[in-house]
Nanobody, 125 residues
Framework: QVQLVESGGGLVQAGGSLRLSCAAS????????MGWFRQAPGKEREFVAG????????YYADSVKGRFTISRDNAENTVYLQMNSLKPEDTAIYYC??????????????????WGQGTQVTVSS
């Protein structure tokens, strides 16, 4: 069992930046594939970014590619999402997720085993 706690959300103007953090409990963080998802009001939860256990070859949704960067620090049990050039359409609750026993990529919410409580990101125009 792992617990995930997101932080770093807030209100920012369009064009601004935010850095989200997700702290994980436990001693097996380095064995999990990690991902960020988001859910806007009235919409389904969607994939944003993912990163493999080793931290290599991160992958992104087309809507954030070139603007967002996912990274992880296995020594600190933390995964980050650096968000630049934010747009109003990035407004959503952002969730951190962990997938056990996987060394590959995972793009779908159903592939993840553990979820954080979410952090609100609001981008004003």
């Amino acid at each position: 069992q792992v617990q995930l706690v997101e932080s770093g959300g807030g209100l920012v103007q369009a064009g601004g930046s935010l850095r989200l953090s997700c702290a994980a409990s436990g001693r097996t963080f380095s064995t999990y594939t990690m991902g960020w998802f988001r859910q806007a009001p009235g919409k389904e939860r969607e994939f944003v970014a993912g990163i493999r256990r080793s931290g290599g070859s991160p992958y992104y949704a087309d809507s954030v590619k070139g603007r967002f960067t996912i990274s992880r620090d296995n020594a600190e049990n933390t995964v980050y999402l650096q968000m630049n050039s934010l747009k109003p359409e990035d407004t959503a609750i952002y969730y951190c997720a962990a997938r056990r026993y996987s060394s590959g990529s995972a793009y779908f919410a159903g592939e993840y085993d553990y979820w954080g409580q979410g952090t609100q990101v609001t981008v004003s125009s």
